[in-house]
């Protein structure tokens, strides 16, 4: 399927980023911002790593199903 994007949205996008860029410029310009903004991106990245750890923790665990509630179904289906 192809999305076509209308020329108003795409010249809100080239205007978008323009700003972004320039934004960005003016962060690595001024020193203090630019090391600041170096240091924050870290702190997310471990951030980011432990939220990622966890969700492969809950991912790689198989389902338990209960011993009982297995037992009580096959008694069910013997009754019928």
Known sequence: MVVR???EDKQWQREDD???LARAEEI???KSRH???IKEAKKMVKDEEKR???MKKVASKKK???KR???KRAVKKRKR
């Open 5 to 7: 994007i209308s020329a």
């Open 18 to 20: 323009a700003r972004t």
């Open 28 to 30: 690595i310009a001024n």
């Open 35 to 37: 090391t600041g903004a």
């Open 52 to 54: 990622a750890a966890a």
């Open 64 to 66: 338990v199903v209960k």
């Open 69 to 71: 509630a297995v037992k």
